[in-house]
């Protein structure tokens, strides 16, 4: 049967460890130099109705170090544009591809997609979650901290797609989240309720970033105004103030503290130049992390090991 990448509420700690090390195994084997084409034949589509630079590059030279071929479908020019069911598409696309990736807005629209298409779906984003970047992220802390077992992030800002994907991370992970949020920029409601109910005590959930990140391994943040809400952007600067990473905050954090953002960020706002270019941001190996994780991804569901 085949299997999608939804959410990581829909795995296994096992079934996500098995990325994780296959990943590992990848990484090593890239930089290595060995050629492993387990995907030859096989093609990605690769559905955008938002932006990307790090999702759509990790990608597309992943299916092609692999030995497969992606192509970019941006629904702008495709007939899910123009009124296509999602049904339809889904059906269509499942008798050409092997597998689908998509970033959108709506988290039922690929939810949808998957319940209709024969071939796998993977989340690139939506609204409300990233699973693919906080797999990644958690392989990112294996190789900085050796491993990600009983480590704390302190997530900083807005309770957005990536703070909800990092609740459901501790749902499957044994991990802590700290979270710091203004009000009214909580996570999801549902998805802290079954994170709370899931993973209990490990879950924090707070307004004071200095209190947040007083215990943290890992000092974590995201953008303050995500794509879709651009019209809120100047309100968000405002109620955001304070929560920015920046070195009075480091201060207050332990001293081996790994600064992390999925990126892109906004220097100046909820993080500054010197945090982000400082000796604790791991952010380019985070970025770059997001191939060999990927890579993992779309080889298990693709081809199954
Ligand atoms: N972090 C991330 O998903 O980046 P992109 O929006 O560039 O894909
Ligand atoms: N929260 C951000 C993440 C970008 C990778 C957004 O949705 O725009």
Known sequence: MKKDLIRLTDFEREELDLFLFRARELKRWQKEGVVYKPL????????????STRTRLSFEVGMYQLGGTAIFLSTRDTQLGRGETVADTARIMSRYLDGVMIRTFSQKMVEEFASYASIPV???????LHPCQ?????????EKKGSYEGMTVAYIGDGNNVANSWLEAACVFPIRISLACPEGYEPDPDIMREAIARAGDRITIGS??????SQADVIYTDVW???GQEGEADIRRERFQGYQINERLLS?????VIVMHCLPAHRG???TQEVIEGPHSVVFDQAENRLHVQKAIL???MKGV
């Open 299 to 301: 080889e298990i569901l």
């Open 269 to 271: 706002e909820e993080i």
């Open 208 to 213: 004071d970033p200095a209190k947040a990140v």
């Open 225 to 227: 105004t995500s794509m």
């Open 134 to 142: 906080i797999l990644s992220d958690i392989f990112t802390i294996m």
């Open 122 to 128: 993977i989340n690139g984003l939506t609204d409300l």
């Open 252 to 256: 207050v954090a332990p001293s081996d």
């Open 40 to 51: 030859a034949g096989k093609t990605l589509g690769m559905i955008f109705e938002k932006s």
